[in-house]
């Protein structure tokens, strides 16, 4: 302090300090959170797309898919139905992938007006939400990093894992 200056000017600057500090930490809490929602929803988004077939089956062909050839990231075989109201197919298509393999069957639901299937059970559940369990990962460091909030992020990462894991297993 400049020994002329009154004590009151010497406490403006930091009330100014206070606030843009605060206006600064109200704006990265407000940006990373709004960057976490995003990858959270985009996480549930793509996850949906699948996982709605798989866990809401009710009305839907429930069947069974040998699975005969595979090639250009899809797989096909015939399809046996299993539910009521269901028709044999002579070959539907199944996405190629960890979960899928040539030579093996598996239990499917038919998506709606298509001859596209996707596993179902619970490896098919868990597997339709690997998308959210990248997410979880993904979200859980900008929650520690951008929202400062470690515990959260830890048990965001810990769900993200034990999700991954799970799928893992099951499939």
Avoid: N
């Avoid at 009151?8 to 606030?19: C, D, G, I, N, Y």
């Avoid at 600064?24 to 959270?40: E, K, N, P, Q, S």
């Avoid at 929650?143 to 893992?168: D, E, I, K, P, Q």
């Amino acid at each position: 302090m400049i020994p002329a200056m009154p004590a009151s000017a010497a406490a403006r600057p930091r009330q100014a300090s206070s606030a843009s500090s605060a206006l600064l930490t109200f704006g990265r809490v407000a940006a990373m959170g709004t960057v976490t929602a995003l990858i959270l929803i985009a996480g549930v988004w793509a996850s949906w797309g699948t996982a709605q077939h798989v866990m809401l089956t009710k009305g839907r062909e429930r069947g069974t898919v040998e699975v005969t050839r595979c090639g250009g990231g899809v797989c096909a075989g015939p399809y046996a139905p299993v539910s009521a109201g269901s028709r044999a197919r002579g070959s539907v298509r199944i996405e190629d992938s960890v979960a899928v393999s040539e030579g093996r069957t598996y239990s499917v639901v038919v998506k709606p007006g298509s001859d596209d299937v996707v596993r179902s059970g619970p490896a098919g559940v868990l597997y339709a939400w690997v998308p959210l369990g990248g997410a979880l990962l993904l979200a859980s460091v900008v929650v520690a990093g951008g929202l400062r909030r470690t515990r959260v992020a830890w048990v965001m990462a810990g769900s993200g894992v034990a999700l991954l894991t799970a799928v893992f297993l099951a499939v």
